[in-house]
């Protein structure tokens, strides 16, 4: 185990071949509000140059984006066994 491993309070174990998380484009690229960007609190989601921009990689898994799109854009799944973010502490 690197010591930066041991140092870490998350970890993640990236799943490059399932996005837990995708969000429809088409409603995004319409989207009025955007409240993805400021719910997320791992910085997830970002607006560049007006486009929304979503990394599934930093997830923290905490669920609060498929609560806050209200206009049915984010499909949410658990991340596939062994994937996606370990926290040291539970
Ligand atoms: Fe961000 Fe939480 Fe949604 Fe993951 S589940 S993208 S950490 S709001």
């Given at each position: ?22 969000v429809n484009h088409d409603i ?45 854009s ?17």
């Amino acid at each position: 185990t690197k010591i930066e491993d041991r140092l870490s309070l998350l970890n993640y174990k990236i799943d490059k071949s399932y996005e837990h998380i995708t969000v429809n484009h088409d409603i995004c690229a319409v989207c009025p509000d955007h409240f993805c960007t400021f719910a997320c609190p791992a910085k997830c989601y970002t607006l560049i140059e007006g486009q929304l921009n979503f990394k599934y990689e930093d997830c923290v898994e905490c669920g609060t984006c498929d609560i806050a799109c209200s206009h049915g854009s984010v499909l949410w799944t658990n991340t596939k066994g062994g994937h996606g973010v370990k926290y040291k502490y539970g």
